[in-house]
């Protein structure tokens, strides 16, 4: 088949050329790992949930040096974490205090089009925007981001990002459930400084901008304070370039709970767990007490993956966070053997299948197109999706307004890690993948969503298109 002709093909590749990185064992771990604050939010006379949220330029303090201009929501840096509940209604009254007009994308959340915050929803310097919508989707974690076209991947490496959650709407399952304490956020990012500690913002490898320095919720060699004997991170790569292939150094096993939207079926329990830009997972690590495992990104193995990762930017071996546990843990029960129900997963049968090639920056050859509307798809429906990137780079694919399951990658099963909801899927080099997408129930023939790769700087340069429920 093609995955043996791909790494066939791949042999005679050499790695020798690419610059790696390696940090592991430098970074002195000297800062506490900061917590985005949950919004504060209140009830409107309607009964909605309602969040501020301004978006606002400032100074950051990463380096002893010199200040960084950063923007952020709330705040100079990054913004405050959303949470709600199913079934509520959720009102955010968006602000724009930066000199330059923005959006808000609300990344993996099922909302009308004209709420969605994609590149049509602009807000003016100085203007507000106000979408609201009721959450309509199970437990996740989320996140919102700018998605100005042409501006996305300047506007995210300033700092536009948060997180948010969605809680079910039944009882808990289980898992770790106290924000900052036993349930943490890990918004994961790296960025590049110049000379006067600014960040580089513009792209220096084809993939877009790689930084040689991580950054956690905005802190710099940062390490957690552990409690408890089991602690639920969730673990967001917020890179605009960067794919991390998560494991701890004592090659721990750790459980994978939750994918970009929704828990899975049961706990899997996995050494090594590979994100890329734009996705998410909620992961269980268990703990003994007096210990300071690290959690790191590491290369990809062997051959062709290895090979893969390097194009994408992954092969570096990178120290990100360390765990500092108390001599004497609060105990926590085993996680439970099933997460969701098996019907929050059913999927009915595809109405049709739609093929899609990522290729030199175009889907199916054509460019985004602000004023196109690449398709139309029934509110609601299920279809099949086959996507492939036919490219020398790798990509990523991420849908707006819908979540999928990933029905196959070359034909191969996806891991049980990432047999949930997903929005946006890793496409290796020379790799399809067949996606069964729920699409929103909310229709609109005259606003799109989007679909793109979400090495944002590759969506920014076009490989983006449109599609209209109807
Ligand atoms: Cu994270 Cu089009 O978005
Ligand atoms: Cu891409």
């Not at 080099?429 to 969503?449: G, L, N, W």
Request: net charge negative.
């Amino acid at each position: 088949g093609t995955g043996v002709g791909a790494s066939l093909m791949l042999t005679g590749c050499t790695v020798g050329t690419a610059k790696v990185l390696s940090t592991v064992g430098t970074l002195d771990f000297a800062n506490p790992l900061g917590i985005p604050p949950l919004a504060p939010s209140t009830i409107a006379s309607d009964g909605a949930r309602l969040f501020q949220l301004t978006a606002e330029a400032g100074n950051s303090h990463f380096r002893p040096a010199a200040p960084t201009p950063t923007w952020g929501y709330n705040g100079a840096f990054l913004g405050p974490t959303l949470r709600a509940r199913r079934g509520e209604k959720v009102r955010v009254a968006v602000h724009n205090a930066l000199p330059d007009p923005t959006t808000v994308h609300w990344h993996g959340m099922q909302v009308p089009a004209v709420h969605d915050g994609g590149p049509h929803q602009v807000i003016a310097p100085g203007a507000q925007w106000i979408p609201e919508w009721t959450i309509d989707q199970p437990a996740a974690t989320l996140w919102y981001h700018p998605h100005v076209h042409g501006k996305s991947e300047e506007q995210m490496t300033r700092g536009l990002t948060g997180m948010f959650i969605v809680d079910g709407d039944g009882p808990n399952q289980g898992l770790p459930t106290e924000y900052g304490v036993d349930d943490i956020p890990l918004i994961v990012q790296d960025r590049a400084f110049t000379d006067d500690g600014s960040f580089r913002v513009t792209s220096d490898t084809p993939t877009g901008l790689l930084g040689d320095t991580i950054l956690i919720n905005g802190s710099i060699n940062p390490y957690l304070l552990v409690r408890t004997e089991a602690v639920r991170l969730r673990i967001l790569n917020a890179a605009t370039a960067r794919v991390f292939n998560f494991g701890f150094s004592d090659n721990r096993t750790f459980s994978v709970v939750g994918t970009d939207g929704g828990l899975l079926p049961a706990p899997v329990p996995v050494e090594r767990l590979m994100l890329s830009p734009g996705e998410r997972a909620e992961i269980v690590v268990r703990f003994k007490a007096g210990e300071r495992p690290v959690l790191q990104s590491l290369p990809q193995e062997l051959g062709m993956s290895g090979e893969l990762n390097i194009r994408a930017g992954g092969n570096d071996s990178l120290d990100l966070l360390q765990f500092r546990t108390a001599a004497k843990l609060a105990a926590v029960l085993s996680l439970p053997a099933s997460l969701a129900t098996p019907a929050s997963l059913d999927l009915e049968e595809a109405a049709r299948t739609r093929s899609f090639i990522l290729k030199d920056m175009y889907i199916n050859g054509k460019l985004m197109d602000m004023s196109r509307i690449d398709l139309t798809v029934r509110a609601g429906a299920v279809e099949t999706w086959n996507v492939s990137n036919t490219d020398h780079l790798a990509h990523n694919f991420h849908l707006h307004g819908a979540q999928f399951r990933i029905l196959d990658i070359d034909g191969v099963d996806p891991p049980p890690e990432f047999a949930g909801w997903k929005d946006t899927v890793f496409l290796p080099v020379r790799a399809t993948a067949r996606i069964e997408i729920k699409f929103s129930q909310y229709a609109d023939p005259a606003t799109p969503y989007m679909y793109h790769c979400h090495f944002i700087r590759h969506a920014d340069m076009g490989m983006m298109g449109q599609f209209t429920t109807v």
